[in-house]
Nanobody
């Protein structure tokens, strides 16, 4: 069993920044082998992939966040991060960490003036 716990969400004004963190724990034999991702779900919309990072560190982003968001990982700490800059109201959603078939509980990000 693997637990993923997100943190770092909150209320921010348009143009602001937030850094989300995802801590992995539990029966992790080798976190370094997990491909990890951040998803988000806005009210009334389907959950969508925001960013993903492979074990070698290759990254992939949704077109809507390219150039603004950066995903990274620290394998020594079993952590994944999502740096979000130039936030827009349409980025408002619950953000979920995903890895190896497991989901976190989500963290709310609200972008509003």
């Amino acid at each position: 069993q693997v637990q993923l716990v997100e943190s770092g969400g909150g209320l921010v004004q348009p143009g602001g920044s937030l850094r989300l963190s995802c801590a992995a724990s539990g029966s992790i034999f080798s976190f370094i082998t997990f491909n990890m991702g951040w998803y988000r779900q806005a009210p009334g919309k389907e959950r969508e992939l925001v960013a993903a990072i492979t074990t070698p560190g290759s990254t992939n982003y949704a077109d809507s966040v390219k150039g603004r968001f950066t995903i990274s990982r620290d394998n020594a700490k079993n952590m994944v991060y999502l740096q979000m800059n130039s936030l827009k109201p349409e980025d408002t959603a619950v953000y979920y960490c995903y890895g190896s078939g497991y989901w976190g509980q989500g963290t709310q990000v609200t972008v509003s003036s």
